[in-house]
């Protein structure tokens, strides 16, 4: 079964940046659409963005269109999200996970996921 295991969260002040890894494990070759979401203490899970199968056409939730990039690494076997510009209301636990279905619309439903990295913003 596909693992998936985030890297690279941390603190920074507002306005700074940090870039999420996301990679999948090495047993399967499969390269899924994969998603990146966050849920802060309290809230419900947010979708943040997502890529198609292989790592391409990305697809942002409004909150992060603008600030956030994502992107896929076939060879690497991982998805990025690039987040710059990052604000408090940012501060949540970050996850990627493997989506149910296409990485398109605003509506994306996910299986396997990994453990979460956190992310703080804060001054």
């Given at each position: 079964q596909l693992q998936l295991v985030?890297?690279?969260?941390?603190?920074?002040?507002?306005?700074?940046?940090?870039r999420l890894s996301c990679h999948l494990s090495a047993s399967s070759k499969a390269f899924p659409p994969i998603g990146w979401?966050?849920?802060?203490?309290?809230?419900?899970?947010?979708?943040?963005?997502?890529?198609?199968?292989?790592?391409?056409?990305?697809?942002?939730?409004?909150?992060a269109k603008g600030r956030f990039n994502i992107s896929g690494d076939i060879a690497e076997r991982s998805v990025f999200l690039q987040m710059d510009s990052l604000k408090p209301e940012d501060t949540a636990s970050y996850y990627c996970a493997v989506l149910l279905g296409s990485c398109g619309g605003t509506y994306w439903p996910s299986s396997v996921r990994g453990q979460g990295t956190q992310v703080t913003v804060s001054s």
């Open positions: 985030e890297s690279g969260g941390g603190s920074v002040q507002p306005g700074g940046s940090l979401f966050r849920q802060a203490p309290g809230k419900e899970a947010e979708a943040v963005a997502c890529v198609s199968t292989g790592g391409v056409r990305p697809n942002y939730a409004d909150s």
